[in-house]
């Protein structure tokens, strides 16, 4: 009712958002009552309802109404939204009960019309909970709320070594103790995860050629390529020998005893390491087929466009002049290399500026014969426009295989051997830039005692600031952001390799 909670209480117990009935604490309230009055506002809609005790203000949000374009908001005026109910009608509300200006209010979460013989049942309902809750002298007590049981679900063994490993008493209360935690894992957000996939150039339409467009693939290539074969792993026979499906022979025994021991003993390679890293040159993109493709397609467009700018102004100009229209020369092979080049360096300043990659001292990935097979592995980077099926195939059709290999004929004849002293790229990943961000901490910690007392804050550690003037002092690190450290702070701290000691102030850890 409404004078169970809109009595006069003191400014400390308005406070809270519960009020007391005896000694039950109430957070939410339902009264049904007659609309004495309605104000209407642009969001909301104010309801005066009278449930025979005192009269309530009950707040209700209203649904807002669809965004008008630009033109029609000067023309029509807003419409304020519609009550539910008439002056003299009775309504049902379910609230929260809030304080406002020494009183407390509903917060309706739902006004729904009603009858007088609801008020009546809702009076009686409410006395006798009077009666059995709210006049009880009993101290309340939480009650206690019951989990429910998660239940099992089935699962495939997959072979007969696991049902001889435990006991069914023992299955049934492992799996019943650990079904939450398999539920809802935590996983972490530096995890490597499979890249989205664009368009494939050979696919796009001539409205996306542009520049922005190729940068765009440069960026997404090098953040996801996949990595080349390494010595170490072409050079092992435990891959080579290594079982495709688990087996259950006996005989087998020894040989997946002997994997799983490697697999325990050797260092999991979950994540790319930045010392087995290899940097992307400008000869190595422009040999990749597919960004050699669009590339071309790009710059072929751009072409296209002239062209029709030209024609366009030659029509204007030929009726002012009756001057014969100058021929300009067709796109040759040579010229359409050169200009491919131009695309490859400007796209490569562009991402350097952004701080999207950064200058890379390290190995350098090398195109060959060899190596062409690579790129078969980056069809996990593009996507076809048709459906693409369960198993593991090539996601390009025979036509595109063929534009592809004959687009890396062509690169071949064009492109001149490699610079060995050519720069090379790397993505600003938490990975690449952990190294660097680490020595910057330890240098900064051996920072004389004379530039330590200038310092406010005698905590030690260094701030996100500090760290991003000190790496900026070296030009591969120039360009890149605040947000860059914040992400490889977050990266590290996450590996152990530094930790925050407050106020962001941050040190390496030995």
Request: hydrophobic share 30%; aromatic share 6%.
């Amino acid at each position: 009712m409404g004078m169970d909670f809109n009595i006069s209480y003191s400014r400390k117990m308005l406070r809270y958002d519960f009020y007391w009935l005896g000694n039950t604490p109430c957070r939410k309230a339902e009264i049904v009552g007659i609309v004495v009055g309605i104000q209407a506002y642009e969001k909301k809609i104010i309801y005066s309802v009278d449930d025979g005790t005192s009269v309530i203000d009950c707040t209700h949000a209203s649904q807002q109404p669809e965004k008008r374009l630009e033109g029609d908001k000067a023309s029509l005026p807003i419409e304020l939204p519609k009550p539910i109910a008439r002056i003299g009608g009775v309504v049902e509300v379910v609230g929260r009960v809030r304080p406002q200006y020494g009183i407390r209010v509903i917060v309706a979460d739902a006004v729904v019309p009603s009858s007088f013989e609801m008020q009546l049942n809702h009076w009686k309902c409410v006395r006798n909970l009077h009666k059995t809750c709210y006049s009880c002298t009993d101290p309340f007590v939480i009650p206690v709320v019951s989990i429910p049981s998660v239940p099992e679900t089935p699962r495939k063994v997959p072979g007969p070594a696991k049902e001889d490993c435990t006991s069914p008493g023992v299955a049934s209360q492992t799996t019943t103790a650990t079904s939450p935690v398999a539920i809802s894992p935590v996983k972490s957000k530096f995890e490597p995860q499979s890249p989205t996939k664009l368009r494939h150039p050979s696919r796009l339409r001539s409205h996306n050629l542009t520049d922005a467009a190729f940068r765009l693939y440069i960026k997404h290539y090098i953040n996801n390529a996949p990595q080349g074969p390494t010595a170490s792993d072409s050079d092992s026979d435990d891959n080579i020998y290594m079982p495709i499906r688990q087996y259950t022979s006996h005989i087998l025994d020894t040989t997946i005893c002997k994997q799983d021991y490697k697999n325990l003993t050797s260092k999991p390679k979950t994540r790319s390491s930045a010392s087995t890293s290899e940097g992307f040159t400008l000869s190595y993109l422009r040999r990749v087929p597919e960004l050699s493709l669009m590339a071309k397609r790009v710059v072929k467009q751009r072409a296209r466009e002239e062209k029709k700018l030209r024609e366009t102004t030659s029509q204007s100009t030929s009726k002012s002049s009756s001057k014969r229209p100058v021929k300009h020369v067709k796109l040759d092979r040579a010229g359409l290399a050169s200009k491919k080049k131009r695309l490859f360096q400007w796209a490569i300043c562009e991402l350097l500026r952004d701080g999207s990659i950064v200058l890379w001292d390290g190995p350098k990935r090398s195109y060959s014969g060899e190596t062409s097979r690579v790129h078969g592995d980056a069809s996990v980077l593009w996507k076809d426009s048709s459906t693409m099926t369960a198993t593991n195939e090539s996601l390009f059709s025979s036509t595109d295989i063929s534009k592809l290999s004959s687009v890396a004929d062509e690169s071949e004849s064009e492109l001149s051997e490699p610079d060995p002293e050519e720069e090379a790229y790397m993505p600003t990943k938490p990975e690449i830039l952990a190294a660097p961000i680490k020595n910057a901490l330890v240098e900064l910690a051996l920072v004389p005692k004379r530039q330590m007392a200038r310092r406010t804050e005698l905590m030690g550690g260094s701030s996100k600031e500090e760290i991003l003037g000190h790496l900026r002092r070296d030009d591969r690190w120039h360009f890149i952001g605040e947000w860059n450290i914040t992400e490889t702070l977050e990266y590290m701290d996450e590996e152990h390799m530094a930790w925050c000691i407050g106020n962001d102030k941050w040190i390496a850890t030995q």
